[in-house]
């Protein structure tokens, strides 16, 4: 595969210096003869004209070419339109992290971390109400792994081959969001509580 890459530009050398020896006498008459002719009729111009009138010119396209730099630019400035993003609300920064959960076990943490803080908030129960629902033991592994344990705790295989390995993160999210949902209402009171 590399030998047929430098084939080709190999191929247009080689013909480049074969013409080269074949046509020199016919570039030499096309091509350096008109070449060297324009550069000695420029030098004989060049020579007429006296040293002051050469140094004035000089001089005269050294001052444009300074002031030219120096003066403002008179055009109004194009400025490009800022483009403001959105702030991700709480809703956007939760979906993306459930969509992300999907991936690896960081973001599976991620987001058991983000419930289980939800979870752990005060609730208050008004009295005469039943109790909190009680937890199922696959929840509530989930949310003590989310604010006890780390990522790292939940290692993902070295080899992309090998299953992964069974952990107290791999709960459907919707079952604990329910969960919650059921232990604010619960709560409430009479007034909407808010995640």
């Not at 074949?22 to 111009?45: C, E, K, M, S, T």
């Not at 960081?106 to 289980?116: D, E, G, M, S």
């Not at 993902?156 to 919650?180: A, G, H, K, W």
């Amino acid at each position: 595969m590399r030998r047929q890459r430098w084939v080709l530009p190999g191929a247009i050398v080689v013909v480049s210096v074969i013409l080269s020896f074949v046509l020199r006498d016919v570039a030499y008459q096309a091509i350096v003869v008109p070449f060297a002719y324009v550069l000695w009729i420029a030098g004989i111009y060049y020579a007429v004209v006296p040293q002051f009138v050469k140094w004035v010119i000089l001089l005269v396209a050294l001052c444009l070419a300074v002031a030219w730099n120096l003066i403002p630019d008179w055009r109004p400035s194009a400025r490009k339109a800022v483009q403001r993003t959105r702030d991700e609300g709480q809703v956007e920064s939760l979906a993306r992290w459930i969509h992300r959960a999907r991936e690896s076990n960081y973001f599976k943490w991620q987001l058991a971390n983000r419930l289980a803080h939800v979870g752990t908030a005060p609730v208050d129960v008004p009295a005469g109400k039943n109790a909190l629902p009680p937890r199922s033991e696959a929840v509530d592994q989930y949310l003590t792994a989310g604010l006890n344990n780390s990522f790292v705790d939940f290692p993902n295989p070295r080899n992309r081959f090998q299953p992964r390995l069974p952990t107290p993160l791999d709960v459907d999210p919707t079952e604990v969001v329910e969960y919650l949902e059921s232990q604010m209402e619960m709560s409430r009171d009479g007034r909407p509580t808010s995640l």
